[in-house]
């Protein structure tokens, strides 16, 4: 294999359309190229460090993300998905990788800065939660992973992760391969919520996820966020910031229907609701395949476990020869 790639998701909920748009979409397209061995991880310890004191919440949502993966199109006979719990051999790197970086370091971290504040922890973040740059280091090396599909607000992330691989290589010798990270194109990273946030988000309450019924979908995007000043029909609206055209622009087909809709909608003349009921049939197009492949696969949950039963003791094989790898360079392979 040319590229080995790493990448996953926390098993808080269900996966919605903002991880359809910014990753789900180009895992499947990175599993059909014959040169790239696909890792994605249920990230279940990582969902954890901020979850402890409700454990069902992530248990109970590593089978729903599993069901979004395959129906989505994720092959487990192309691509390997595991359950992060499942791999001790994760937890031991850590601990190595740990004694590589200080604690300021990981302090000044942007993305742990950020969602410390975002949660509200203050001085009782959880040590697990603060120190998951470090372990997702381990994630990504006992791979050899080479290419991570971030988004560009993981960015400090995969940064910790190239200083930890070269402060082990520069200290122990090159037994870890150096990460680079593969970014969204640009517009695509993101996906804003339908009340107008910037982000779509299971916490907010503000998505549209793979599992929705039509009736669910349709109700939602009649409640999007559209122009507040665009109270009768003939009003000039403004497209920009209207969450309708913005999830038409990402998944409409046909462009020049929906920039003559814009042209309609900015000159007055056109009413929110046709520019909802368009979007309506725009995304179930794209979603009632997901959601019949969803609903089959869902008919069988007892093999879907054993998918990631499988996934996980095939990664668990590739990480524990790179964890062999790095004890022997530390020197403390002392029975092999």
Known sequence: MTNIILTGDRPTGQLHLG??????????????????ELFIMV??????????????????NVLQVA????AVGLDPTRTTMFIQSQIPELSELTMYYLNLVSVGRVRRNPTVKS??????????????????????ASDITAFKANLVPVGE??????????EIVQSF????????????GVFP???????????????????LGNGIYLADSADVVAKKVMSMYTDPNHIHVEDPGQVEGNMVFTYLDVFGKDKEKIEDLKAHYRRGGLGDVKIKRYLIEVLEEELNPIRTRREEFAKDPEQVMQML???????????????AEVKKAMGIAYFS
């Open 67 to 70: 069901l979004d993966y395959l």
């Open 153 to 162: 607000d993981q960015k400090p992330m995969l940064e910790q992760t190239q």
């Open 185 to 203: 194109d640009k517009g695509m990273g993101r996906l804003p919520g339908i009340d107008g946030n910037g982000k779509m988000s299971k916490s």
């Open 43 to 60: 990230a279940d310890m990582q969902a954890l460090t901020d979850n402890a004191k409700n454990p069902e919440k992530v248990s109970s």
């Open 309 to 323: 039963k499988e996934g996980s003791e095939k990664a668990q094989a590739v990480a524990a020869e790179t964890l």
């Open 19 to 36: 991880h359809y748009v910014g990753s789900l979409k180009n895992r499947v397209s990175m599993q059909s190229d014959p040169e790239n």
């Open 115 to 136: 969602e410390i504040e975002q949660k509200g922890f203050g001085e009782s973040v959880p040590t697990g939660f603060f120190i998951y740059p470090v372990s997702q």
């Open 169 to 180: 290589n520069n200290t122990y010798g090159k037994v870890l391969v150096e990460p680079k």
